[in-house]
């Protein structure tokens, strides 16, 4: 059933702001509804008169005024109409906008375990199930409620008889209905769940064409699409069919409804009961009754799908992320000193030894310097700069940045002053500017390309056909990887970040790019505190420090100078034998 009080939480905190609009439409609405009850009446008055015999004139005033009647009321309807969309819509679109923000506040974990065509799904299929709901539900089930009473009370004015077989006649239809209407919404459920499946599969799989092709896996997804949707196709022809037979009992219903009608008012007739008139209206609001009990059974299928889509976003609203956003403290301006203390992280919830990934770290870096991270492939480096950058909180331990702890710093600040570089940059289907500003429009054009300058990267970006302006392919598939780099390196630059953390590509890069990547490293680490995954020994010349994480443990860390003149050393072993065979 439906869970009254978060639907009305829901629309108490989402209509708010559309109050007058809601008053108008309610008065537009049950406008209509008067108008319709009226009208059968001028008909009845206008066959009355007509049997009778009264003159011509008469009679085309009668038909007028219900003209005139008629007119209005669908001009009523359509404006109503226009109301209840436009409430809709904007009531749904800042439940959307809520939802989203809430899920890109999320942990990475959450991300990790959801699929984006998922998330998508959820966000807008569940809500557009919501806007109907938003809209008009009420207003339709109250107004359609009213009209149901008031047509019942007509048809009692006309004939008690009549009047009490209607009333049973509705009820017994409202009941077959609902009943054929929870059978046929389970189906549908079914359906949806499909959808759901199908839209995950398929955002995943545009979302990695590039492997998919290389890797000659395009078959084996062929193979899993046809799962998917043969899986589906059942499900979808019982969910229609269960429809279909929904409308077919409608139309069934309804006819014997009319012959009901027609019987009694025959009779009627006959014994001089009824007028002809007023067997009419009888008819007449035979056939209104229609109405109203379908765009019941309506609301209620609306209701059973908004429900489910009620619990499915408060599911998701009390998803609560992994990482608590209520510190406030900020963290010093200038570069950042990093203090590591007891660090144990996992990436499953309640773990066991067995998953750790980082095992009590230890580890201080003065503001200013530069720490090179060695290790090998898994050993955990990666992990090491998302606990840095705060994506992740520790399982145990915790990390200071300039003497905070990172846990009680206010995120969105931490977010600005301390940068990272992945190891595959992410890049949108936009122009480069946009891509050096997240779209912030603010920034002006002088910025960037005193940002691109101070990098050393002008010549390559004034190479580019339009500059600035030259627009990526979705994914950055028209830059290398290292050229990916080197705009997120501006990115950085953009922002006043006091710590840099570089996980460098562990793919080899064309000389010139690497020589752009040197030397806007250099200028990046000027003033800054940095961080640096390396996978070559280039990178290493320029770190203070170094540390080597072997199985998410350290085994060593130290000057960087002193270790490489101690034979003893790992790091020395390291130089000599060179990296990439140790490492590799
Ligand atoms: P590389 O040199 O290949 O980049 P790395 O040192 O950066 O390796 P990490 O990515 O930190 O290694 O991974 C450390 C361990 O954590 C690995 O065993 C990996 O399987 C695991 N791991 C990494 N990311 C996740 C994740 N999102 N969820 C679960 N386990 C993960
Ligand atoms: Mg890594």
Redesign the pocket.
């Known amino acids: 059933m439906i869970p009254i009080k978060s639907y009305w939480r829901l629309l108490k905190t989402y209509l708010r702001p559309y109050r007058a609009r809601v008053v108008v439409l309610t008065t537009l609405l049950f406008s209509g509804i008067a108008l319709q009850v009226i009208n059968p009446q001028i008909i009845r008055i206008f066959i009355d008169r007509a049997t009778e015999g009264t003159e011509l004139d008469a009679l085309l005033g009668i038909s007028v005024v219900f003209i005139l009647i008629a007119v209005v009321q669908q001009a009523l309807a359509v404006v109503a109409t226009y109301f209840a969309q436009q409430i809709g819509w904007s009531a749904t679109n800042e439940l959307r906008r809520d939802l989203a923000d809430h899920l890109l506040h999320l942990d990475?974990?959450f991300h990790?375990t959801h699929t984006p065509g998922e998330l998508v799904e959820r966000i807008d299929g569940d809500v557009t199930a919501l806007s109907n709901f938003f809209s008009q539900f009420v207003i339709h089930v109250v107004g359609n409620v009213a009209l149901l009473v008031g047509v019942l009370f007509f048809l009692f004015r006309e004939s008690v008889l009549i009047g009490t077989s209607l009333v049973l006649f509705s009820a017994a239809t409202l009941a077959v209905m609902v009943k054929m209407q929870e059978v046929a919404t389970d189906w549908w459920a079914r359906v949806k769940a499909h959808k759901a499946t199908f839209y995950g599969f398929l955002g995943e799989v545009v979302g990695s064409t590039e492997d998919i092709r290389g890797l000659g896996a395009g078959r084996f997804m062929v193979r899993r699409f046809t799962q998917i949707t043969r899986a589906w196709l059942p499900d979808e022809v019982r969910g229609r069919w269960g429809w279909s037979i929904l409308w077919g009992t409608n139309i069934v219903v309804f006819v014997a409804g009319t012959a009901i009608v027609f019987g009694l008012g025959s009779w009627l007739f006959e014994t001089d009961v009824l007028t002809l008139g007023s067997v009419y209206v009888v008819f007449h609001y035979t056939e209104m009754l229609r109405h109203p009990l379908d765009r019941i059974r309506h609301q209620m299928e609306d209701m059973q799908k908004a429900a489910a889509g009620i619990s499915r976003i408060q599911n998701l609203f009390a998803i609560e992320s992994r990482l608590p956003h209520d510190g406030t403290e900020v963290l010093p301006s200038g570069p950042l000193s990093i203090e590591l203390s007891d660090l144990d992280f996992s990436?499953?919830d309640d773990s066991a030894d067995g998953d750790r990934?980082l095992h009590g770290l230890n580890l201080s870096l003065e503001a200013g310097k530069v720490l090179g991270v060695l290790?090998?492939?898994?050993?955990?480096?990666?992990?090491?700069?998302?606990l840095l950058t705060r994506l992740y909180d520790p399982e145990g331990g915790e990390v200071r940045l300039g003497g905070v702890a990172l846990r009680s710093a206010d995120i969105d600040h931490v977010r600005r002053r301390v940068g990272m570089v992945t190891?595959d940059v992410q890049l949108f289907r936009a122009t480069i500017r946009d891509n050096l500003t997240f779209f912030d429009e603010t920034v002006s054009d002088e910025r960037i390309w005193q940002a691109i300058a101070a990098l050393g990267l002008t010549d390559w970006i004034e190479s580019m056909p339009e500059g600035i302006d030259t627009v990526l392919d979705a994914g950055g598939s028209s830059l290398s990887a290292g050229e990916a780099q080197l705009l997120a390196f501006t990115r950085i630059f953009l922002e006043d970040s006091g710590l840099v953390v570089l996980?460098e590509a562990?793919s080899r890069l064309d000389p010139v790019t690497e020589a752009l990547i040197e030397r806007a490293v250099d200028r990046l680490l000027q003033d800054r505190t940095g961080v640096i995954?390396a996978?070559r020994l280039d990178t290493l010349n320029r770190a203070d420090e170094v540390l080597i994480?072997d199985d998410?443990r350290i085994v060593e860390a130290g000057n960087r100078a002193a270790l490489a003149a101690d034979p003893g050393s790992q790091f020395h072993g390291l130089l000599l034998a060179g990296m990439e065979e140790v490492l590799g």
């Open positions: 990475m974990g990790k990436y499953v990934v290790g090998r492939t898994g050993s955990g480096k990666s992990t090491l700069a998302r190891q996980d562990s995954i996978h994480l998410g």
